[in-house]
């Protein structure tokens, strides 16, 4: 059997390219999204069959995340690595947000990782597997008022804090943080800035791969990446 992934926001972006490239290594995929259309179209356009599982959800709830996690590994029987990618951000700064947006947005993009390690460790520690956190170059670097940022902070601590826990269990833990990618999150952000250069989701999926793809013993723990000419 290969390796079996979970993950969750896959149905765009960054998440979507990630789900390619490991099917096309021949690894079974289960990609988890709030959007049931956008999950229908990666799958027709996947054309995996049985090799992908499409699970609409949200990230940031408890029961949605379980029954993720279960049906993956009822399909499968295993789970050996899961990215937490799903994430977004608001325009503006928090003096413009809604508390309500705000809320929300800290439960997908803190929450979010911490239920879907937490609901996973047990299979992980069995298959002696891989935890990918998605953060960003925000969580390397503060921006007046982004509270964004403020959750890819708390999402880089998150990934630390696992792999000092789950370490000597034998299950690697890597952060990924991506400088400006052009992806569907931007959509909500008035499209993306047209004076930056920007990386494509299949470079960060490649990064991602890399991190899964290294042998036994061998744990990634950081990667920044940021298209060359990006200085923030």
């Known amino acids: 059997m290969e390796r079996v992934t979970l993950i ?19 690894h079974p995929v289960a990609v988890t999204g709030r959007d049931a259309g956008r999950l229908a179209a990666l799958a027709a356009s996947a054309d995996a ?17 379980a029954s993720a996690v279960h049906r993956t590994v009822e399909r499968w ?21 809604d508390p309500q947006a705000m809320r929300a947005m800290v439960l997908t993009n803190v929450l979010g990782p911490a239920l879907l390690v937490r609901e996973t460790l047990p299979h992980l520690r069995a298959s002696r597997g891989r935890i990918v956190v998605v953060g960003s170059v925000a969580g390397v670097r503060n921006t007046p008022g982004n509270l964004y940022s403020v959750t890819k902070w708390a999402a880089h601590a998150l990934a630390e804090n696992v792999r000092q ?11 990924v943080a991506p400088g400006v990618v052009d992806t569907p999150f931007w959509d909500e952000r008035g499209g993306t800035p047209q004076a930056s250069p920007v990386l494509t989701p299949e470079q960060i999926a490649d990064v991602i791969v890399f ?22």
């Open 49 to 65: 069959g049985q090799q992908l599982l499409t699970l609409p959800g949200d990230a940031a709830d408890e029961n949605d995340v």
């Open 211 to 232: 991190a899964v793809n290294q042998p036994e013993g061998v744990d990634v723990n950081q990667l920044v990446v940021r298209p060359r000419g990006q200085n923030g």
């Open 165 to 175: 826990l789950v370490t000597q269990d034998h299950v690697g833990v890597t952060l």
């Open 8 to 26: 969750t926001g896959g149905s765009s972006g960054i998440g979507a390219a990630t789900a390619r490239a490991l099917l096309a290594q021949g």
């Open 77 to 97: 029987g295993r789970l050996d690595t899961v990215i937490a990618n799903a994430g977004y951000s608001l325009p503006g700064t928090l003096e413009d947000h």
